[in-house]
């Protein structure tokens, strides 16, 4: 095999003649579910959670592939097998799992279908690109709340995992108006921090990790990593609102995400967060998560090889 293979429909085949049609929904609705996962020492990190949460937004949004959870999550590890050996021993792959509904070529701007749809079911991967993330684990992320708002659950149920963005393009383009390296956080429409476009948020205050309201935000595999891992390392995990007020005066904030698991955030809206360093409870979670991850995280990300 002379490059990376791709799942699409019931078939692997090289990641060059993977294709999606222009009338395929995900395409012309942006209706497509999704999942990501990524594997340490190239065995893929709570797949099984994942394609879980996938299935559970397929249900709620009528689409059912042709295949079950337990073949997706076995040509999952498959195409991780496959597409490791175009890494170097010390990188990792980021897998991506979607599903749309389909093609529909009657009519390219309606819901509306001619007929029964064959759902489109794709997984691929792609090599971690560790340099992306290390200024993240040197100085901190800087998030900033831009104007626009995060959708409210009413309109769209934030459990499910989904590729509606438009939304975050435009926070991201004020955000990095700010700081081309921000990261946006969106507020919701009572002014309560919500979450990322690729990672939840949390603020650290004394021994407690507070998470927003899970009636706001896609509760997070990372997440609930760092939920379970919160005992461990004596420390309360909550739910509940807060605002940015919070944010500023907080011990420490962090990012919880897939790709580099969690990073700490140092500054909001151009403003200190704590010392405006990495703090000690961050560096015990994610030494804790390293441990069940069976390698040093931050140093993947800091002097890893990518590719």
């Known amino acids: 095999m002379s490059e990376p293979l791709v799942y699409l429909n019931d078939r692997f085949v090289p990641a060059s003649q993977a294709k999606l049609?222009?009338?395929?929904?995900?395409?012309?609705?942006?209706?497509?579910?999704?999942?990501?996962?990524?594997?340490?020492?190239?065995r893929p990190f709570r797949a099984e959670?994942?394609?879980?949460?996938?299935?559970?937004?397929?249900?709620?949004?009528?689409?059912?592939?042709?295949?079950?959870?337990?073949?997706?999550?076995?040509?999952?590890?498959?195409?991780a097998e496959?597409?490791?050996q175009f890494l170097d021993p010390d990188g990792d792959l980021g897998i991506v799992i979607f599903v749309t509904p389909g093609e529909n070529s009657l009519y390219a701007g309606s819901a509306v279908s001619a007929g029964p749809l064959r759902p489109t079911v794709c997984i691929h991967s792609f090599p971690l690109r560790f340099e992306m993330w290390r200024h993240l684990f040197m100085e901190g992320a800087h998030?900033?709340?831009?104007?626009?708002?995060?959708?409210?659950?009413?309109?769209?149920?934030?459990?499910?995992?989904?590729?509606?963005?438009?939304?975050?393009?435009?926070?991201?383009?004020?955000?990095?108006?700010?700081?081309?390296?921000?990261?946006?956080?969106?507020?919701?429409?009572?002014?309560?921090?919500?979450?990322?476009?690729?990672?939840?948020?949390?603020?650290?205050?004394?021994?407690?990790?507070?998470?927003?309201?899970?009636r706001n935000i896609l509760h997070g595999i990372s997440l609930q990593t760092v939920k379970e891992l919160a005992p461990q390392i004596g420390m309360e995990f909550v739910e509940?609102?807060?605002?940015?007020?919070?944010?500023?005066?907080?011990?420490?904030?962090?990012?919880?995400?897939?790709?580099y698991c969690m990073t700490p955030c140092t500054r909001i809206n151009t403003t200190s967060i704590g010392d405006g360093k990495p703090g000690p409870w961050?560096?015990?979670?994610?030494?804790?998560?390293?441990?069940?991850?069976?390698?040093?995280?931050?140093?993947?990300?800091?002097?890893?090889?990518?590719?």
């Open 143 to 214: 998030v900033v709340t831009p104007s626009i708002r995060h959708i409210p659950p009413q309109c769209v149920e934030p459990k499910m995992k989904h590729r509606s963005r438009l939304h975050w393009w435009l926070a991201d383009r004020q955000s990095q108006a700010v700081d081309p390296r921000a990261i946006t956080l969106l507020l919701d429409l009572d002014g309560n921090v919500t979450e990322c476009a690729g990672s939840n948020f949390v603020i650290v205050k004394g021994r407690t990790i507070v998470s927003p309201s899970p």
């Open 240 to 259: 509940r609102d807060f605002q940015p007020y919070d944010v500023v005066n907080a011990d420490e904030a962090w990012l919880t995400t897939t790709p």
């Open 282 to 307: 961050f560096r015990k979670m994610i030494a804790a998560w390293s441990g069940i991850a069976g390698l040093d995280i931050e140093a993947q990300v800091l002097e890893g090889a990518s590719s």
């Open 49 to 79: 959670e994942h394609v879980a949460r996938l299935y559970r937004s397929l249900k709620f949004s009528g689409i059912a592939p042709s295949l079950g959870p337990k073949e997706m999550l076995a040509r999952t590890n498959e195409l």
């Open 82 to 84: 496959a597409n490791a």
């Open 21 to 42: 049609n222009i009338y395929d929904l995900g395409l012309v609705l942006g209706a497509t579910l999704t999942e990501m996962t990524r594997t340490f020492r190239h």
